[in-house]
């Protein structure tokens, strides 16, 4: 399962101009704002912030007036993991392959990995993978059921292949 509720940590800056009454309203905001849907990588893309276990007490940033509060919170995760089978939505076909989208994650499915039976149909509209007699035909936006071989962290975003490549673990 892909889908984790973990403990995680972020730093808020406010500008004093948020100092008031609504300050720990301001910070809760600022926090749903900042991580929802962001990708962490090592714990995969924040789905959404479901406590906030802490708001930590303001750092005052020399020279600068702003507010660091360090912010604990318990949030949902999205990370797949190699093995998983997952389905995905077929966003693009051409002649190296097929691209797929796993919720908010990308896909790349080789050539390779495709059925040897299934030959891709540059001329048809749209483009796409079949087997010769038709019966299985895979196009842009058809949901397909895939095993993920691996995944790599990317900056923050983390990078789905279903071919098996010597140089990817």
Same mark, same amino acid.
């Given at each position: 399962?892909?889908?984790?509720?973990?403990?995680?940590?972020?730093?808020?800056?406010?500008?004093?101009?948020?100092?008031?009454?609504?300050?720990?309203?301001?910070? #809760?905001?600022? @926090? =749903? /704002? %900042?991580?929802?849907?962001?990708?962490?990588?090592?714990?995969?893309?924040? $789905?959404?912030?479901?406590?906030?276990?802490?708001?930590?007490?303001?750092?005052?940033?020399?020279?600068?007036?702003?507010?660091?509060?360090?912010?604990?919170?318990?949030?949902?995760?999205?990370?797949?993991?190699?093995?998983?089978?997952?389905?995905?939505?077929?966003?693009?076909?051409? #002649?190296?392959? @097929? =691209? /797929? %989208?796993?919720?908010?994650?990308?896909?790349?499915?080789?050539?390779?990995? $495709?059925?040897?039976?299934?030959?891709?149909?540059?001329?048809?509209?749209?483009?796409?993978?079949?087997?010769?007699?038709?019966?299985?035909?895979?196009?842009?936006?058809?949901?397909?059921?895939?095993?993920?071989v691996g995944t790599?962290?990317?900056?923050?975003?983390?990078?789905i292949w279903n071919?098996?490549?010597?140089? %990817?673990?």
């Open positions: 399962q892909f889908h984790h509720s973990i403990s995680l940590e972020h730093e808020i800056l406010l500008h004093p101009r948020y100092f008031g009454p609504n300050l720990l309203n301001t910070v #809760k905001q600022k @926090l =749903f /704002t %900042e991580v929802e849907g962001t990708c962490t990588g090592k714990y995969g893309f924040v $789905i959404a912030v479901t406590t906030i276990d802490n708001i930590g007490a303001g750092v005052i940033q020399p020279g600068r007036g702003f507010v660091l509060y360090p912010v604990k919170y318990k949030a949902i995760v999205f990370r797949p993991f190699k093995g998983e089978v997952v389905d995905a939505v077929v966003t693009q076909v051409n #002649k190296v392959g @097929l =691209f /797929t %989208e796993i919720g908010s994650m990308s896909c790349f499915i080789s050539r390779h990995s $495709i059925p040897s039976e299934m030959e891709f149909d540059p001329n048809s509209n749209p483009p796409c993978y079949k087997t010769t007699d038709e019966d299985i035909v895979i196009q842009q936006d058809d949901e397909i059921r895939l095993k993920i790599r962290v990317d900056k923050n975003d983390i990078v071919h098996q490549d010597s140089s %990817e673990s």
